[in-house]
C-alpha cells in the first residue's frame, strides 16, 4: 500500500498536481491541513480514497480537526497539530496519540518534515509543499508504504 502524504499547501496546487504525477499510483493520500478550500479539487487530482483534517488556515471549514484511520494493520492519530502545541515540542501530541492507541501520529503545521520514533510511536510531519520553512526551503512531502508482510516504511521527498 502506498500513502502520499502532504500538508500546509494553502491553495497553492501546482505542486500538488506535480507530486501526483511523479508519484504514480497510490492508494491512499492524507493531507494534514491547511488546504484552504482546495480539498475538492485535491480528491479530484488524487482519484484515491483521501482523508483531509482541517488546518488553522481552513476557515469556515466542515472538514474534522482530527481523525484516527486503520491503515492496513496500523493506527494512525492524524490532526493538523496547532491544538498540541507542535511549534514548540513533541510530547503533547505523542501522549494524546499513545491515549488514542496509535501507532503514528501525523501532523502539519511547522512547514518542516519530521519523522521520529517516540515512546513507541513513529511522530512524522511531510513539511509543505507551498511554504517550506526547513533550512533548505524546498517543498517537501512523504510517502509511506507498507507492503505484503506488514513491513512500513517512510521516505521524505523534496521536489
Do not use: W
Not at 480528491?43 to 491503515?71: H, Q, R, W
Not at 518534515?113 to 517516540?118: D, I, K, Y
Amino acid at each position: 500500500m502506498k500513502v502520499l502524504i502532504i500538508s500546509d499547501t494553502h491553495a497553492r496546487d501546482k505542486n500538488v498536481e506535480v507530486v501526483l504525477e511523479k508519484e504514480g499510483n497510490i492508494d491512499l493520500l492524507i493531507h494534514l491541513g491547511d488546504v484552504e478550500g482546495s480539498e475538492i479539487y485535491i480528491e479530484t487530482l488524487a482519484d484515491c480514497p483521501c482523508e483531509i483534517v482541517k488546518g488553522n488556515n481552513d476557515y469556515f471549514s466542515d472538514l474534522p480537526s482530527e481523525k484516527v484511520l486503520n491503515i492496513g494493520k496500523y493506527k494512525a492519530f492524524i490532526t493538523h497539530g496547532h491544538y498540541y502545541n507542535v511549534s514548540v515540542e513533541l510530547r503533547t501530541i505523542v501522549m494524546e496519540g499513545i491515549e488514542r492507541e496509535a501507532d503514528i501520529v501525523m501532523f502539519g503545521h511547522i512547514h518542516r518534515p519530521v519523522l521520529e520514533e517516540m515512546h513507541g510511536v513513529t511522530v512524522l510531519n511531510p513539511g509543505s509543499l507551498s511554504l517550506p520553512r526547513q533550512s533548505n526551503h524546498k517543498p517537501s512531502y512523504m510517502v509511506m508504504n507498507i507492503d505484503n508482510d506488514d513491513n512500513i516504511t517512510y521516505e521524505i521527498k523534496y521536489l
